[in-house]
Nanobody, 115 residues
Framework: QVQLVESGGGLVQAGGSLTLSCAASGIIFMPNTMGWYRQAPGKQRELVATISSGRSTVYADSVTGRFTISRDNAKNSVYLQMNSLKPEDTAVYYC?????????WGQGTQVTVSS
């Protein structure tokens, strides 16, 4: 059974920074892709950024240049450095692992950006 645990969310003022972390445990195979998604109230869950085990990255246009995704393969962990945060970044952020055709999700961590 694969489990994902996120941490690092919180309340920050606009223009501030936060770093999210996600650690995966269980039987995990390489290669795989890990990523971050977010869901704001009343909106659908959307992609923020993904990173493959080979460290290829994809970013949503709305976060390009402000957010950086990284990973530590030895720790099965993924990170999201978020800079220049905006109120519209407020959402629950979810970590996802795509492994052997299955998606695994974390429980989510709240990020709130005040104006």
């Amino acid at each position: 059974q694969v489990q994902l645990v996120e941490s690092g969310g919180g309340l920050v003022q606009a223009g501030g920074s936060l770093t999210l972390s996600c650690a995966a445990s269980g039987i995990i195979f390489m290669p795989n892709t890990m990523g971050w998604y977010r869901q704001a109230p009343g909106k659908q869950r959307e992609l923020v950024a993904t990173i493959s085990s080979g460290r290829s990255t994809v970013y949503a246009d709305s976060v390009t240049g402000r957010f950086t995704i990284s990973r530590d393969n030895a720790k099965n962990s993924v990170y999201l450095q978020m800079n220049s945060l905006k109120p519209e970044d407020t959402a629950v952020y979810y970590c996802k692992l795509y492994n052997l055709g299955s998606n695994y999700w974390g429980q989510g961590t709240q990020v709130t950006v005040s104006s």
